[in-house]
Nanobody, 125 residues
Framework: VQLQASGGGSVQAGDSLRLSCAAS????????VAWFCQAPGQEREFVAV????????YYGDSVKGRFTVSRDNAKNTVYLQMNSLKPEDTAVYYC???????????????????WGQGTQVTVSS
């Protein structure tokens, strides 16, 4: 599976961005897709995940109420709508996928089998 993340940029605090993750795989609707972020010197952090089929979504505590993950299976694309951005959201954002839902460890980076290249998000105060 190949993933292509895009949509990052430099914005001011309080602004919005929408990231996209395009996948090249059949039966994309069955795949779980997650977003992680990594700031310099920090570990990769779970942001959000959206299940295949049901489309249920789960979020990291730091982004709940501000970020929304969605998917368009016809376009093989998952989106991350980022609102009310804060300087602490500054990081490289990665999308990742796996074929099956992992109910217990969906927030753990190592369970995902394919990763996109990352897109930089910079939020200035």
């Amino acid at each position: 599976v190949q993933l292509q993340a895009s949509g990052g940029g430099s914005v001011q605090a309080g602004d919005s961005l929408r990231l996209s993750c395009a996948a090249s795989v059949r039966s994309f609707r069955t795949y779980t897709v997650a977003w992680f972020c990594q700031a310099p010197g920090q570990e990769r952090e779970f942001v959000a995940v959206i299940r295949g089929n049901s489309g249920s979504a789960y979020y990291g505590d730091s982004v709940k109420g501000r970020f929304t993950v969605s998917r368009d299976n016809a376009k093989n694309t998952v989106y991350l709508q980022m609102n009310s951005l804060k300087p602490e959201d500054t990081a490289v954002y990665y999308c990742a996928t796996r074929q099956n839902w992992q109910v217990t460890y969906y927030y753990v980076a190592t369970i995902y089998t394919s990763w996109g290249q990352g897109t930089q998000v910079t939020v200035s105060s």
